[in-house]
Nanobody, 126 residues
Framework: RVQVLESGGGLVQAGGSLRLSCTAS????????MAWFRQPPGKEREAVVC????????YYRVSVKDRFTISRGHARGTIYLEMKNLKPEDTALYFC???????????????????WGQGTQVTVSS
């Protein structure tokens, strides 16, 4: 079974930065993709960014593409999310997810991802 764990959330002021980390363990597929999703309080979960592990191809949500950057770590199943110029609208519970294969066509869908972390809270104050 794949286990996903994310961390790095916290409380920051608007304009600040945070770096989230995620590790997916127990991977058995040669090809896999990982993504970040977020769920603002009282709202539905939404896709943020996805990355194909094999070639590093990325897909960004329009509202974050100029401020957030996803990257792969040296260890298998490890990704990061560098978030800069954070806004109050970015406040949400951020989830890391994994799926065998590639981002497309799973991204930006929510229900097609089988493995999820428990979330890390990001709160941006104004």
């Amino acid at each position: 079974r794949v286990q996903v764990l994310e961390s790095g959330g916290g409380l920051v002021q608007a304009g600040g930065s945070l770096r989230l980390s995620c590790t997916a363990s127990g991977l058995t597929s040669d090809a896999y993709a990982m993504a970040w999703f977020r769920q603002p309080p009282g709202k539905e979960r939404e896709a943020v960014v996805c990355i194909d592990d094999s070639r590093g191809r990325t897909y960004y949500r329009v509202s974050v593409k100029d401020r957030f950057t996803i990257s792969r770590g040296h260890a298998r199943g490890t990704i990061y999310l560098e978030m800069k110029n954070l806004k109050p609208e970015d406040t949400a519970l951020y989830f890391c997810a994994e799926v065998d294969g590639i981002c497309s066509p799973s991204w930006p869908n929510v229900d097609t991802w089988p493995y999820w972390g428990q979330g890390t809270q990001v709160t941006v104050s104004s």
